[in-house]
């Protein structure tokens, strides 16, 4: 239901820098920009919605997969990149089988993964690190604080706003699973997460 106005509630609450987007698309600029210089050829994009930052990479060349449970979403995301490999499947079952035989040189989750509990979190992302070329790295934007602290101030801050059913990413905790990780914080709430694949 929310696929027809995302665009515009992203924006306004990125431009008002307030949780939960402020950061956005800076957030994208930034994974974007990462992804064009490490010249990528084949990414997979998590939860990809209305394709904002995967239509960009689509059009600079880059072979777009994707798996996003919203048939609103993928409609809209299929007649921006016509020939983009786009899968309607849930990722808490895991990642869609059609996209376990591929090879990614980049995969990204902007704003998606916070809807999976933390332990969840590791084991899809463990399963995601498998799909990793050589040399691949994950990109996770989304809301995200380095400290519990950081999160909790947030919580505060934003009073009624704050989402309950919405897990963000605590850095300090998910680097215990992943050392050859580090955080870029972007905004007060949000950072991008990259994981670097084990060779
Ligand atoms: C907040 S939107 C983010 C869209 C886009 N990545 C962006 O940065 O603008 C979250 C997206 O994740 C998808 N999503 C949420 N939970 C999902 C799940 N369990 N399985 C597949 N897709 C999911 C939603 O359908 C939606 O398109």
Request: aromatic residues 14%.
């Amino acid at each position: 239901m929310w696929a027809d106005g995302y665009d515009a509630s992203v924006g306004l609450s990125d431009n008002d820098k307030k949780y939960p987007f402020a950061g956005y698309k800076n957030i994208l600029n930034f994974i974007y920009d990462d992804v064009v210089l490490r010249n990528c050829r084949k990414i997979f994009d998590i939860g990809f919605g209305t394709a904002i930052l995967s239509s960009k990479l689509y059009e600079k060349g880059i072979d777009v997969y994707g798996q996003d449970f919203s048939t609103e979403m993928v409609k809209i995301a299929k007649e921006k990149m016509p020939n983009a490999k786009l899968f309607c499947k849930d990722f808490s079952n895991g990642v869609a089988q059609e996209l376990k035989n591929t090879k990614y040189d980049a995969i990204i989750a902007t704003y998606s993964l916070h809807h999976l509990m933390d332990n969840e979190k590791v084991i899809f992302i463990n399963e995601l690190l498998e799909l990793l070329c050589d040399e691949g790295i994950i990109y996770i934007g989304d809301v995200a604080f380095n400290t519990a602290n950081e999160l909790e101030k947030c919580r505060t801050d934003s009073g009624d706003e704050w989402d309950d059913e919405e897990f963000y990413f605590v850095y300090e905790e998910l680097k215990k699973h992943y050392n050859n990780s580090e955080f870029i914080k972007i905004s007060h709430c949000a950072g991008v997460i990259k994981i670097y694949g084990i060779k």
